[in-house]
């Protein structure tokens, strides 16, 4: 079952449209080994790094013509406890051969960060050895349930996405394990550094007790203050990718 496309607004509503179009299920090769689970690496105490590699992106442009392998590298040794790969071709730079050869590179659990909008992008991440599926409650709305349960079947933890409190509604309905709070509109592109912990304490005054992620925009140390005791882990790209050295940025930030 495919969500409606047709009224996402904005940047958000034409990736998610041409990445629609492209899906054309074909047969894929064996899933790679297990890894540890990528929402049981975030349980552990204190904020937990998910580094992101990712080359270009729409409010960028290009960030870094770095290759994947070594991106990922220099997380695993600064201390990231998952990475997240950015899948999307046109807007983002990224391919699922970046995935797998990641995959084949470090052993930490692997997010793929992409516009899922087809069941068959479930199978597909799985297949190119990622751990977690990122899903994003504007694109899918009523459907969140229903690619969760999906990922569940194929033994995939998803990274469930929201920015406004409808959103986060939403997520929580659908019983989300993992909610990732994006600072960024993917509408307009903006960010706003106070909707994470704003929504993470309604997430969590709500009962949630599932593993909470905030995402985009963090550059510095003094930033990630407001998401210590309320959130698991926190999702950093572009910084980091802009940093001559990855490994030393990503120490620097967390400690
Ligand atoms: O590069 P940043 O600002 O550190 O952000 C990372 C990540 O949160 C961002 O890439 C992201 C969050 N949600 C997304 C959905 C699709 C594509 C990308 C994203």
Same mark, same amino acid.
């Given at each position: ?16 449209? /041409? ?5 054309? !299920?074909?047969?894929?090769? !064996? ?7 990528? /929402? ?36 695993? /040794? ?29 052993? $930490? ?79 307009? $592109? ?11 304490? $309604? ?40 940093? !001559? ?11």
């Amino acid at each position: 079952m495919r969500p409606h496309l047709s009224r996402v607004p904005g940047v958000l509503g034409e990736i998610a449209r /041409r990445r629609a179009e492209e899906v054309v !299920p074909y047969p894929l090769p !064996p899933a790679p080994e297990a890894v540890p689970s990528f /929402r049981e690496v975030l349980f552990q105490p204190g904020l937990s790094v998910i580094a992101e590699v990712k080359k270009s992106s729409p409010s960028e442009g290009a960030i870094r013509a770095l290759d994947s392998v070594a991106a990922a590298r220099a997380y695993q /040794r600064g201390g990231a406890r998952a990475i997240s790969v950015l899948t999307e071709p046109h807007y983002f730079g990224g391919s699922l051969e970046d995935l797998l050869r990641v995959r084949q590179a470090v052993d $930490l659990p692997l997010l793929r960060k992409d516009f899922v909008v087809d069941p068959f992008m479930l199978k597909e991440a799985r297949a190119y050895g990622a751990s977690a599926v990122l899903l994003i409650v504007a694109l899918l709305g009523e459907l969140t349930g229903v690619y969760l349960e999906e990922a569940r079947r194929l033994g995939l933890d998803a990274l469930v996405e929201v920015h406004t409190e409808r959103e986060l509604e939403l997520a929580l309905e659908a019983e989300a394990e993992m909610v990732g709070i994006n600072n960024r509109n993917l509408t307009t $592109l903006q960010i706003d550094l106070t909707t994470a912990p704003r929504l993470g304490r $309604l997430a969590r005054e709500a009962g949630f007790g599932g593993v909470l992620v905030a995402e985009s925009g963090y550059s510095r140390r003094e930033e990630l203050k407001p998401l210590e005791g309320l959130f698991d882990a926190v999702l950093i790209g572009t910084s980091l990718m802009k940093s !001559p050295d990855l490994e030393e940025a990503l120490r620097a930030l967390v400690g």
